[in-house]
């Protein structure tokens, strides 16, 4: 299922850069706390932020480890008094609310577990005022730890198959020393500040037959050992999963053992024509309204071609098509992610972007970046 909890009319989204240690004071007075501070996922986080006015709703939304901005609404976990991302505070003022973190043993509505992605969380609670100005705002910064798994009584190995490194590609796993005929979980554990897509928060380990779809890739997520205890499956990752090092995980409840794998899904290796030029205006997007436009010359005349974003974290994205004019130029309006971020309101990921096109008929390639720069003030 997807790991969001319901559309926003609308939503405020905040500044992606580095943020003080729990509690945090921010400048228009509010105050925010968090018991505990930091745990693996799984652990469960109570957040109090006082200096607000008496039996008012305010908004909370969170900061990713990658950077990127997202709603408490569209968080699996987050729990108020009110929900979809808002809080009302007491008499005295104090907004308090939950965020039960993922571990991937939860069963999600519709199937499918997931564990959050490691690393700072920094929740943010702000007042609104008369034409959205902020009248306070608190953030607090939590941290999700690694749980280490141990590799116990089995054995796993990777191998690519299948298409080519950068397109789809296919991994083939192997593994043996299960009991025979016993089952065998399996879920993927993501590369570091792998940013989630559209309504999907970042995660560090998905069940690779659900949540799998909304990262990049599918497989099956629980396979059973033949008369010799060995299994075998296989994984497909898309051009919209991240790149990286992955990790494939199997464990069998009945016996106890487990194994692990590690393996390289990799970005495909662009070669520009030399002779092809693109550039994009602006050359820098703020997260939140990240529109630009591709701008290509010295292409064939009529030339049809194909472009597309590649995010820092080497997701890619498809964001349209052009044909050259008679003098070779051509000119394309594009939203840096095609969209992927905006249903419900999400931010970009910070950072330096990639964007490429390419002429299906001969292979001519150009490219170009733009940054992505995080909010500096709320919106």
């Given at each position: 299922?997807?790991?969001?909890?319901g559309?926003?009319?609308?939503?405020?989204l905040?500044l992606?850069?580095?943020f003080?240690?729990?509690p945090t004071?921010a400048?228009d007075g509010a105050?925010?706390?968090a018991d505990p501070?930091?745990?693996?996922?799984?652990?469960?986080f109570?957040i109090?932020?006082?200096?607000?006015?008496?039996?008012?709703?305010v908004?909370a939304?969170?900061v990713e480890?990658d950077?990127?901005?997202?709603s408490?609404?569209q968080?699996?976990?987050?729990?108020?008094?009110v929900?979809n991302g808002?809080i009302?505070?007491d008499?005295e003022?104090t907004a308090?609310f939950?965020?039960q973190s993922?571990d991937?043993?939860?069963?999600?509505?519709?199937g499918?577990?997931?564990?959050h992605?490691l690393?700072?969380?920094?929740?943010?609670?702000?007042?609104?005022?008369?034409?959205?100005?902020?009248?306070?705002?608190?953030e607090?910064?939590?941290t999700?730890e690694?749980?280490?798994?141990?590799?116990?009584?089995?054995?796993?190995t990777?191998?690519a198959?299948?298409?080519a490194?950068?397109?789809?590609?296919?991994?083939n796993?192997?593994?043996?020393g299960?009991?025979?005929?016993?089952?065998v979980?399996?879920?993927v554990?993501?590369p570091?500040?792998?940013?989630?897509r559209?309504s999907?928060e970042?995660?560090?380990?998905d069940?690779?037959?659900?949540?799998?779809l909304?990262?990049g890739f599918?497989?099956?997520?629980?396979?059973?050992a033949?008369?010799k205890?060995?299994i075998?499956?296989?994984?497909?990752f898309?051009?919209?999963?991240?790149r990286?090092?992955?990790?494939?995980t199997v464990y069998a409840?009945g016996?106890?053992?487990?194994?692990i794998a590690t393996?390289?899904v990799?970005?495909?290796?662009i070669?520009?024509?030399?002779t092809?030029?693109l550039?994009v205006?602006?050359?820098?997007?703020?997260?939140?309204?990240?529109?630009l436009?591709i701008?290509?010359s010295?292409?064939?005349v009529?030339q049809?071609?194909?472009c597309?974003?590649?995010?820092?974290?080497?997701?890619?994205?498809?964001v349209?098509?052009a044909?050259?004019?008679a003098?070779?130029?051509?000119a394309?309006?594009?939203h840096i992610?095609?969209?992927?971020?905006t249903?419900?309101?999400?931010?970009e990921?910070?950072?330096?972007?990639s964007?490429?096109?390419r002429?299906p008929?001969?292979?001519?390639t150009?490219?170009?970046?733009?940054?992505v720069?995080?909010?500096?003030?709320d919106?």
């Open positions: 299922m997807k790991r969001w909890l559309m926003l009319a609308s939503i405020a905040v992606a850069f580095a003080s240690v729990s004071h400048a105050r925010c706390y501070i930091s745990g693996p996922p799984g652990t469960k109570q109090s932020c006082t200096g607000f006015s008496p039996n008012t709703t908004n939304y969170v480890p950077g990127r901005a997202i408490g609404a968080i699996v976990g987050f729990g108020s008094n929900g808002n009302l505070t008499q003022g308090s939950a965020w993922q991937g043993t939860r069963e999600l509505t519709g499918g577990t997931f564990a992605q690393g700072d969380w920094t929740w943010v609670v702000h007042q609104l005022g008369a034409a959205s100005s902020v009248l306070a705002r608190g607090v910064r939590v999700l690694s749980a280490n798994w141990e590799q116990v009584g089995a054995t796993l990777a191998s198959s299948g298409a490194v950068g397109d789809a590609v296919t991994f796993f192997n593994g043996s299960f009991w025979r005929d016993e089952y979980n399996v879920w554990t993501l570091p500040n792998c940013s989630g559209a999907v970042g995660a560090s380990a069940d690779p037959y659900y949540q799998g909304f990262d599918f497989g099956p997520n629980t396979v059973k033949n008369e205890g060995e075998g499956f296989a994984v497909l898309t051009t919209a999963a991240c990286g090092e992955y990790s494939a409840p016996s106890g053992y487990g194994a393996f390289q990799s970005g495909k290796t070669a520009p024509s030399s092809r030029h550039i205006v602006p050359d820098a997007v703020d997260a939140l309204n990240p529109l436009t701008l290509g010295n292409w064939n009529n049809a071609v194909d597309w974003s590649t995010r820092p974290d080497g997701r890619s994205f498809n349209g098509s044909t050259a004019d003098n070779g130029n051509f394309l309006d594009i992610s095609g969209f992927d971020s249903a419900p309101y999400a931010s990921e910070p950072g330096v972007w964007v490429t096109c002429a008929s001969n292979g001519d150009a490219v170009t970046t733009v940054t720069h995080a909010l500096t003030v919106p």
